[in-house]
């Protein structure tokens, strides 16, 4: 599955975030990351994806002026259905899978500028997840913790 949406910054919003993500996962291993969905500003300066990394674990990424400002990545490798959500706002971002808090990251600046959505791909149509997405969501708000986990409880 593949999705590009140009001009969403209206649907992106500005400031407070929260993405999620029901996969079907059943491929495995490569050389690079895999986006599942990604929101930037076109380019990869100012990044917030959600993606399973080469050894398919699952990564929270945040990338501000070309600097990263959070990676949160789980320890283990799920397969099968995976859901996943992030919720982020200026120092304080949360990463569950499965009904489980990953981690946290409390010092971070949101990219501003947003304006498209990738689903599947980066946004230069690389990094490609190959693998079944069955739903995925963006809200303008950090959700709190309890409803992140409720979200992604299997």
Known sequence: DQFTRTSASGLIGSGALTLCAEINS????????KRILTLTDGTSNNV???EKTSIDRIRALVINGG????????STSPTGN???AMG????????????????TDTSLAIPSGLNRIDLGQSSAGALHLNDRIRAAGISQRRWANAELENLTRL
Do not use: P
């Open 67 to 74: 600097v990263e400002q959070a990676s949160i990545i789980s």
């Open 88 to 103: 982020l706002n200026t120092n304080d971002s949360v990463l569950y899978v499965n009904g489980a808090e990953i981690g």
């Open 48 to 50: 917030v994806a959600l």
């Open 82 to 84: 995976i859901r996943v």
């Open 26 to 33: 059943r491929l495995t291993g490569g050389a690079n990351a």
